[in-house]
């Protein structure tokens, strides 16, 4: 059960290691590209490619007739990777070993939908994978495995997926191989990572330099990190801290080097893109077009 990038490695290793796989479950087929095209999202196409049934209500709450589906299929067990569906009572249940979570944090810390944006944008030094035990509650299950990794000071959100996925693919082959013992949660230390929306993607330069580099590659590649100088809209993909400048306002140009003071510190773009155009050097940028010193981010 997934949808996503992040959940085909698991669902290949799957296959590929002999298990059975009776049914793929995945978000339905979505209009994407320029025609707007009803598209099937990454685990089924790849469902497709293997040759596996899959299977796409819009919901499984309140869905009896899928329940009934579901309990037939007398499952061993359930893997769960950024699904998108809330799993009901009836749903978790049916499988006999229950339904293993491939979440995307070292639990309980960052809970939620977006745990690897989080854990860059809180400056962790580390993340991981945990297989979890699901029950009814918001990642709140019990633990069977955990993997950490480091978080380097260059990683975006893509970079920490790719890894992530392939960890998760290999520790579910495990705990399904070892049935590893469950351990709670303390729910004491639970922190939780909000959904993201295109909304947050707008640098606000009051907040210190070395916050808004984190977002910038937190939010990458989506939803990506906005700054509006007039009707000129600037992605920025990669930056570097600098000093700031004495009495310097939040969001003024510093320099011809495209500088932009913050609340705290200074940013300096070192790789962007205008909407509508190639990403490039923040160097071949300021080549082609001019955003003098003075002139402020907003």
């Not at 698991?10 to 707007?36: F, I, N, T």
């Not at 939803?223 to 939040?250: N, R």
């Amino acid at each position: 059960m997934g949808s996503p990038e992040f959940s085909v490695p698991a669902l290949k290793a799957l296959v590929a290691a002999g298990h059975e796989v009776a049914v793929v479950y995945a978000q339905p087929p979505k209009p994407a590209h320029r025609g707007q095209k009803e598209t099937p999202c990454p685990v089924h196409q790849a469902a497709l490619e293997l040759g596996l049934p899959v299977r796409t209500p819009k919901r499984l709450r309140r869905n009896e007739e899928e329940a009934a589906f579901f309990r037939s299929l007398g499952l061993d067990a359930a893997v769960v990777a950024a699904y998108g569906l809330i799993l009901p009572k009836d749903i978790l249940e049916a499988p006999r070993r229950g339904c293993l979570n491939i979440h995307a944090s070292l639990l309980p810390r960052w809970r939620g939908a977006a745990p690897i944006q989080a854990a860059i944008l809180a400056g962790d030094a580390q993340t991981g994978i945990t297989i979890m035990q699901m029950d009814e509650g918001l990642d709140t299950g019990a633990m069977r495995l955990r993997e950490a990794i480091p978080i380097g000071p260059h990683d975006t959100a893509a970079d920490l997926h790719d890894r992530l996925a392939d960890i998760g693919s290999r520790l579910i082959l495990r705990a399904l191989e070892e049935n590893p013992a469950a351990v709670p949660q303390d729910d004491a230390l639970s922190t939780y990572a909000p959904k993201l929306s295109r909304e947050d993607a707008r640098l606000n330069f009051t907040r210190p330099a070395a916050e808004l580099e984190r977002q910038i590659r937190a939010f990458t590649p989506w939803p990506g990190s906005l700054a509006l100088l007039g009707d000129v809209v600037l992605k920025i993909l990669a930056a570097e801290i600098v000093p700031g400048a004495p009495d310097a306002i939040p969001g003024e140009i510093l320099d011809d080097q495209l500088t932009i003071a913050c609340g705290e510190g200074a940013l300096r773009p070192t790789r962007l893109q205008r909407a509508g155009k190639a990403a490039m050097s923040a160097a071949d940028f300021l080549r082609g077009f001019s955003l003098p010193a003075g002139a402020r981010f907003f």
